[in-house]
């Protein structure tokens, strides 16, 4: 019991966008919340609705601080998605191109060559445990709330994945995708401070 709580409080830091301990007492604080739900037991994982397009559409999404790409089971059309909670996203028109930096961030340490600017910018992710998640890169509104209850509709570019592996055996998460809480300029903590959403609380993020 303890021990969940400390977790639910440390994910709750990482939530807000502070990516250090907030020391000055009065400085004007910009955090989003995100509604984390899920159990250690029975339920084995935690996840947290994103409410994502518009109109605005609820989606599950599996935590995993050890990545930065955001993504969702995707209808471009999906070749392959496992069985979720909601129906695939579709896309929009908004496609990140090739040219942007987000699309390189996603491709690091390999350099990407772009044919052509407008080209779509397609990922592939692998996670040591389950599975893979193979799409292209597009932007949508996600709806957000910050602490106070004010609404903010961001912009943020994240995974339409249409290809997805997952091992059977490992007993994976019944959720729509997977929310990278990695601090990487792909993660949409990093987007969501580019974008003045949300304040560094201090910290220095390079
Ligand atoms: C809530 O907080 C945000 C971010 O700090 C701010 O922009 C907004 O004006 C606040 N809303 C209210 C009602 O205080």
């Known amino acids: 019991m303890h ?3 400390i977790f639910i409080l440390a994910l709750f830091f990482l939530l807000t ?3 250090s301990s907030a020391t000055s007492g009065h400085q004007s604080f910009s955090s989003v919340v995100f ?3 899920g159990n250690v037991y029975p339920t084995g994982y935690y996840y947290v609705t994103v409410n ?3 109109p605005p559409k609820p989606y599950w999404l599996d935590l995993d601080t050890g990545s930065d790409l955001t993504w969702l089971q995707c209808d471009a059309p ?3 998605c496992f069985p979720a909670p909601h129906k695939p996203y579709k896309p929009n028109k908004n496609l990140v191109t090739c040219m942007d930096p ?3 961030s996603v491709h690091w340490p390999e350099t990407l060559n772009c044919e052509s600017p407008n080209d779509q910018c397609d990922y592939e992710v692998q996670y ?3 599975g893979s998640s193979l799409g292209l890169l597009v932007n ?3 709806r957000l709330k910050y602490t106070n209850g004010t609404l903010v509709e961001p912009r943020l570019a994240f995974g339409c994945g249409y290809d997805q592996e997952v091992e059977a055996s490992m007993n994976p998460p019944y959720t729509d995708g997977v929310l990278g809480l990695g601090l990487g300029k792909a993660s949409i903590l990093r987007q969501l401070n580019e974008l003045g959403v949300t304040k560094k609380c201090g910290g220095s993020l390079s």
């Open 128 to 130: 040591a445990d389950h």
């Open 3 to 5: 021990s969940r709580f």
């Open 140 to 142: 949508d509104r996600f």
């Open 35 to 37: 509604q984390v739900t």
């Open 17 to 19: 966008g502070c990516y």
């Open 102 to 104: 987000l699309c390189a």
């Open 52 to 54: 994502i397009g518009n």
């Open 78 to 80: 999906c070749t392959k």
